[in-house]
């Protein structure tokens, strides 16, 4: 069976500190991707970064990188020099399979302390 | 470039009612998803379509749920009856694969309230 597990229910980080967001996940596909989303409190999902699995760096975009170890089979997003407005939930997501079909998550929730 | 438009942004009905929503994705994405997202929980994929063809209905409660996509554009999911539930945000989503990603663009969703 295909599936995401994110095993932390709620993070804080300090403003201005880095944070580490875990995300595993199963799958027998040779070819996947893995994805991060970020959902505030008004609702909207937004992308924030992606990784494929035959990728040989890591993704990073900005302040967002993603830590990919294949073997371990573990997708963790990082996020450097926190700002308050990063308190959100954040979904890790896999796609796979010929249409690209996308699981998601329970989430994180994470909040920015001042 | 417009984004993924969705209709009506809230909906309060009762129990054994029925409700559509309808979502516009971007222009040019071949992909349409339907997810239903209770709260505290990530986005549950009720029904993929590519085009105007369904690739994935597998969670869809086909008894109660139903959604079409006409012409490969714009797309109607239904409940009939509602049960209560239902009660949850339901998010479209489209995506496109300019780089292989086929990341995904979501709309605003539409919160289902059932009483």
């Known amino acids: 069976a295909q599936k995401i597990t994110q095993t932390q229910p709620g993070m804080f980080v300090q403003e201005k500190e880095a944070v580490t967001l875990d995300c595993t996940y199963d799958t027998s596909d040779p070819s996947y991707g893995l994805f991060w989303y970020k959902q505030p409190s008004s609702g909207e999902m937004i992308f924030l970064i992606y990784?494929?699995?035959?990728?040989?760096q890591n993704a990073t975009e900005g302040r967002y990188s993603l830590n990919f170890q294949k073997a371990r089979k573990s997708a963790n997003l990082v996020i450097s020099a926190s700002q308050l407005g990063d308190s959100a939930m954040y979904f890790c997501a896999m796609k796979r399979g010929g249409y690209q079909k996308v699981t998601f998550g329970t989430g994180t929730k994470l909040q920015v302390i001042p | 470039e417009a984004g993924v438009a969705q209709s009506p942004r809230y909906k309060i009905i009762e129990k054994r009612q029925s409700v559509a929503f309808w979502c516009n994705p971007i222009?040019?994405?071949?992909?349409l998803y339907w997810y239903q997202q209770i709260l505290g929980q990530g986005p549950k994929l009720l029904i993929q379509f590519q085009n105007n063809g369904v690739v994935d209905d597998s969670q869809l409660p086909k008894d109660r749920f139903s959604a079409e996509r006409l012409k490969g554009v714009d797309s109607t999911l239904k409940i009939q009856p509602a049960k209560l539930e239902d009660s949850a945000v339901y998010l479209c989503?489209?995506?496109?694969?300019?780089?292989?990603?086929?990341?995904?663009?979501f709309g605003p969703g539409t919160r289902l309230t059932v009483t």
């Open positions: 222009s040019g994405h071949a992909t």
């Open positions: 990784q494929g699995s035959y990728d040989q």
């Open positions: 989503a489209s995506s496109f694969d300019r780089t292989g990603r086929h990341e995904q663009y």
